[in-house]
Each structure stands twice: as C-alpha cells, then as structure tokens.
C-alpha cells in the first residue's frame, strides 16, 4: 500500500504563494501518478491538478491555470509532489488533498483516485 504524506500549507494573505508536498513511499510507490484536490468550507471536494507518474505532463483546473504549477521529484524510495501556488486568493482557502492513481496519468475524477492523503489546510485572508 503506498502512502502519501502530505506538508506545507497555512495562513497566508492575497497574493501571496505558497507550495505544498506530497511524498509517496510504500510498495509500488513509483507507478503512482499523483495530483491535487481541494475542498472549500461548504463545498464538495474539486479537482486541482494532475500529472503523469514521471512528470511530463500536466493539467490544471480552470481556476487555477496560470497560478498553480506541479512538479516530481523521484527517488529510490519516496518520490515527491509538489503544488506551487502562486497568486492566492480567498477562493483558493480549503483543505488540500494528494491523491494517487496507479496509473500513468492521474486522474480528475475522484473515483478514480486509488489513495489519499491526509489534508491540508491552506487559508487566505483577504
């Protein structure tokens, strides 16, 4: 079972950037594409952000186009997300979540997500 472990985030006000981590570790953990959702106060969990298992390839959520960038870093044992966010807003305020999909290419369907991480807060105050 992979396991995503999940730092950064936290208050920050408009305009500001922010990145957070995703680590993956555990048995197959390098066939694991991984991405990024998010879920604000009162809403349901969205997409974010998604790319392929080696990096090449990304795709962002309309929302969030042109502000938020994803990277890979791999290693023998643990390879490493990372969610760049740049220009906050207070719309960009929930609790943000890596998940992974064995597979090539991550997916924008929750459904398809194999495992999640824990969360992470990140607020923007206005």
């Known amino acids: 079972q992979v396991r995503l472990i999940q730092s950064g985030g936290g208050l920050v006000q408009a305009g500001d950037s922010v990145r957070l981590s995703c680590s993956a570790s555990?048995?197959?953990?390098?066939?694991?594409?991984l991405g990024w959702f998010r879920q604000a106060p009162g809403k349901e969990r969205e997409f974010v952000a998604v790319?392929?298992?080696?990096?090449?390839?990304?795709?962002?959520a309309d929302s969030v186009k042109g502000r938020f960038t994803i990277s890979i870093s791999r290693g023998s044992a643990q390879n490493t997300d990372y969610l760049q966010m740049n220009n906050l807003t207070s719309e960009d305020t929930g609790v943000y979540y890596c998940?992974?999909?064995?597979?090539?290419?991550?997916?924008?369907?929750?459904?398809?997500?194999?495992?999640w991480g824990r969360g992470t807060q990140v607020t923007v105050s206005s």
């Open positions: 790319g392929s298992w080696n990096g090449d390839s990304t795709e962002f």
């Open positions: 555990g048995s197959l953990f390098a066939n694991y594409a």
């Open positions: 998940a992974g999909t064995l597979r090539e290419y991550g997916s924008r369907l929750q459904d398809e997500v194999d495992c």
